[in-house]
């Protein structure tokens, strides 16, 4: 069974430029949650998709981050404009179910690097 | 106050040894409880759930203690291949499925 995947692995873009990131979850799974970490600090929750619909997006830091996952299906998070702060290690992950008991599998995240 | 909070190490230790991690958290709401290991530019992977009564899988052990909001990880007999990050994970009740990561703490063991 494939796991999750991202796409890029890599970006580095200009301050000001616009990024889109892709997560495929494990097939089946309708919850699918964006994660970051930035350099020195603990990784931190995003939002949680359960199918196409936004479950929780407390951790969306502001209104340049979008997430969307049309079909409920893969999901894409943009940054426009993206600024230094932005930096980081950018994870999805997916789970059969939400709560808990439900083990979360997460893709080998997107390295982003604001320049 | 962190929500979750780990001493970060390193924790530099010889083939063999046993080693153990600590971490408390703030919340009292707080549902369950996970122990994940990350390699170096790697993803987080699962490697324990961490129950009320403790539970143990083969060199590893882990223990909750909710008066006290603690949870530890114990690692006997330290392989080379047990280095890595390990990272104390929570899960908030009624918070669906999101997740608080502790800092993490790097294990480096020695031959």
């Known amino acids: 069974e494939a796991g999750v995947t991202q796409f890029p692995s890599h970006s580095v873009i200009e301050k000001g430029q616009t990024v889109t990131l892709r997560c495929d979850p494990i097939s089946g799974h309708d919850n699918l949650y964006w994660y970051r970490r930035v350099m020195g600090k603990e990784i931190k929750f995003l939002l949680h998709f359960v199918k196409e619909s936004k479950q929780d997006e407390s951790g969306m830091p502001n209104n340049r981050f979008l997430a969307e996952r049309t079909g409920g299906t893969y999901s894409t998070l943009k940054v426009q404009p993206a600024e230094l702060e932005d930096s980081g290690v950018y994870f999805c992950?997916?789970?059969?179910?939400?709560?808990?008991?439900?083990?979360?599998?997460f893709g080998p995240g997107t390295r982003l690097t604001v320049t | 106050r962190k929500e979750v909070e780990q001493d970060p190490g390193p924790f530099n230790v010889p083939e063999g040894a046993t080693v153990a991690f600590n971490c408390t958290y703030s919340?009292?709401?707080?549902?369950?409880f996970f122990w994940y290991r990350q390699d170096c530019r790697k993803e987080p992977k699962l490697l324990m759930s961490v129950y009320s009564s403790g539970n143990e899988d083969g060199r590893f052990t882990a223990q909750l203690n909710r008066a006290s909001q603690y949870i530890s990880l114990l690692i006997r007999d330290s392989k080379l291949s047990d280095s890595a990050t390990y990272l104390c994970?929570?899960?908030?009740?009624?918070?669906?499925?999101?997740?608080?990561f502790g800092q993490g703490t790097e294990l480096s063991v020695k031959p």
């Open positions: 992950a997916s789970s059969q179910g939400s709560g808990g008991a439900y083990e979360q599998y």
């Open positions: 919340n009292s709401a707080s549902q369950s």
């Open positions: 994970v929570v899960n908030f009740y009624n918070q669906g499925g999101k997740l608080i």
